[in-house]
């Protein structure tokens, strides 16, 4: 049996034990219990994992605190560099399952969930409207005018609906009929606020910044997502962002002084560094770490995973002590002092400056540097090709601007023109020049000069400073290896 055939197995195999497991969960005749000692993230893991559609009866069973939290971790699309987006089409398929499932249940998760939330989700799909204002009037000839509705209208509770498409229109009619019918009061509030949104529009006037009414709406529920993700731990983007920013230019402190704490940091790591029980706050600080390399940092141009950050994570920690270990000298000791002195590191320094001491390193001795080198190297590559060279010299550039701000990953799009001329370098390059700079496989393959098949996305996480080294070999191959 061949490897793909085996791993193909494998996946079937895995898949059959989920949808398995879940039906034995749905199955259940404790159902409501079980889905109560549910974390939220399982709930979304089993949703994602068997889809939205296998899991009403799940949904249905759910608190609203449940499911508010994995709305929060289901309709916002994760941006490299940008805050989360809401995703409506996503909102949709939601509405689709709440539809299938009993009209109580429905009303119930509606009108407990984020107010913001369902009406801005809800304006992307209907606009409401009064019905008085599409009464016929006379005409000038005394005949009234007749308004002949379409397949997308519908007259609920005195409001007018009409759908913007007809993907979820039939979902949204059933579940604003339930509505109607099991909680009057939450119909009218969401209604009344979808109809406010509808009849919104732009300011007339000089102030072309402020956000639309349903711009504004979203923004506020994307605010209100944050509070409540703080409150369980997590790092908003924001904050990810600029800790990270921050980490990358972190300062070695003189021998035997205080580092000082990173004070985003320590809004989010209550543990002090000094705490006795040394595993928990080693713990609490890995797990900010973590979070915020998932939430503020990308890799591919993508968002990281959270297997991902983990392992840039503790490879960051390792190269940080590979550093500090060369800055004392304690690089040359043999393997016996050196992992005591690890030991040392790791009760005496807590991990998030130990991460900040790789982070820098990771950003001014390989983001920096072979930006640097390529960007030197392309003012001597030429092509017979006018639009090769063309990309060519848009990619110079745009080198020269973004590692001069300071964020040479920007270069991400116009990297493709490398392509053309050498495709395992533009392979390595992409994981060089990640936000979150990653040791592509294929870049050992180019050094080693071996004929390999390797994953063009396969990668190795820095974690010492030889790895580091192996990097900067390969910028300085560049001039050879592209003007050959």
């Known amino acids: ?42 709930l979304h893991h089993l949703i994602r994992t068997n889809g939205l559609d296998a899991c009403g009866p799940l949904l249905a069973a759910a608190t609203p605190d449940q499911v508010t939290a994995v709305l929060d971790l289901d309709l916002w699309q994760t941006l490299p560099e940008r805050d989360d987006a809401f995703d409506a089409e996503r909102f949709g398929a939601w509405l689709e399952v709440l539809a299938d499932i009993d009209a109580a249940s429905a009303a119930r998760l509606l009108t407990s969930l984020d107010r913001d939330l369902v009406v801005a989700g809800l304006s992307q799909h209907v ?85 639309l009414e349903p711009e504004q709406m979203l923004h506020d529920a994307a605010i209100a997502r944050e509070d409540r993700r703080a409150d369980q731990g997590y790092v908003t983007a924001n904050d990810a962002r600029a800790f990270l920013e921050l980490a990358r230019h972190a300062r070695p402190t003189p021998p035997g002084a205080a580092k000082p704490r990173n004070t985003i940091a320590a809004a989010y790591v209550r543990a002090p560094a000094t705490d ?10 890995l797990a900010f770490l973590v979070n915020a390399l998932a939430a503020g940092c990308s890799l591919y141009n993508r968002p990281m995973t959270v297997e991902e950050a983990g392992r840039a994570v503790m490879g960051a920690c390792d190269l940080g002590i590979d550093v500090e270990c060369g800055r004392d000298g304690s690089g040359d000791a043999g393997l016996l002092d050196r992992a005591a002195y690890r030991n040392d590191l790791l009760r005496d320094r807590d991990l998030v400056a130990l991460f900040e001491t790789g982070w820098t390193y990771l950003y001014e001795s390989v983001s920096l540097y072979v930006a640097r080198r390529l960007a030197a190297v392309l003012k001597n590559v030429r092509s017979v090709d006018p639009t090769t060279e ?34 395992p370098i533009w392979a390595s390059l992409l994981g060089l020049l990640s936000e979150c700079p990653v040791l592509p496989r294929v870049l050992t393959a180019v050094l080693e000069k071996r004929a390999a098949a390797v994953t063009a996305t396969a990668f190795d996480c820095f974690a010492t400073i030889d790895q580091v080294h192996q990097a900067q070999t390969f910028a300085d191959t560049l001039e050879d290896a592209l003007l050959r």
Request: aromatic fraction near 4%.
């Open 1 to 42: 049996m061949s490897k793909h055939d085996r791993s193909h197995r494998a996946v079937v195999h895995l898949r059959d034990r989920l949808a398995d497991r879940l039906a034995r969960l749905l199955d259940s005749p404790d159902l409501p219990q079980l889905v109560a000692r549910l974390a939220p993230e399982s």
């Open 127 to 211: 606009r409401v409207s009064d019905p008085a204002i599409f009464l016929p009037t006379a005409s000038s000839d005394d005949e009234a005018a007749v308004r002949v509705p379409d397949d997308l209208e519908a007259e609920i509770g005195g409001y007018l609906v009409r759908g913007r498409d007809t993907d979820v229109w039939d979902a949204i009619v059933h579940l604003f009929l339930a509505l109607e019918s099991e909680n009057a009061d939450g119909f009218h509030a969401i209604l009344r606020g979808c109809r406010a949104l509808s009849n919104s529009t732009p300011e007339d006037d000089e102030l072309d910044a402020l956000l």
């Open 276 to 285: 006795p029980t040394v595993h928990a706050a080693r713990a609490e600080e």
């Open 390 to 423: 063309r990309d060519l010299a848009t990619l110079a550039r745009a080198l020269d601007r973004h590692t001069t701000d300071g964020a040479p990953w920007r270069v991400q799009d116009t990297l493709d023109v490398v392509s053309t001329l050498d495709l």
